[in-house]
């Protein structure tokens, strides 16, 4: 039985955001719980609603910031989705040391993968 995944949708594109959003909340197994356009209210908003994504995009032209690796040291049993847009592709990680990357995901996969029963291996 899938149960439903909370979600956690942290960057500062508001577009993005209410496009995920909107996205998200016509999956059947996916619930919003949070938006947070503030990287610093992260930690309170993953402490409060116990996600288990966070979805995260970077600027254009910005690698993965050295955050994210102390994000997933102090929330290991959240798991971390990094959108890169001028990139074309998104990575996943969580710990201990899970990392996938997926070129060209297509959106309907996209929300598969977040409704899955993963494990945190």
């Known amino acids: 039985m899938v149960s439903t995944k909370r979600v956690i949708l942290a960057n ?22 949070q938006e947070v356009p503030d990287r610093d209210k992260l930690p309170l908003a993953i402490e409060r609603f116990d996600p288990e994504w966070v979805i995260v995009s970077f600027p254009v032209k910005e690698d993965e910031p050295n955050w994210t690796n102390v994000y997933l040291q102090v929330y290991p ?33 996209f929300i598969h993968i977040l409704e899955k029963d993963l494990q945190h291996t």
């Open 77 to 109: 049993s959240v798991r971390f989705v990094f959108i890169f847009p001028d990139q074309n592709h998104i990575k996943m990680k969580w710990q201990p040391s899970y990392e996938e990357v997926f070129p060209d995901l297509s959106l309907k996969d």
């Open 12 to 33: 500062g594109s508001r577009l993005l955001r209410e496009m995920l959003h909107h996205v998200i909340n016509k999956a059947e197994h996916l619930e919003v719980v």
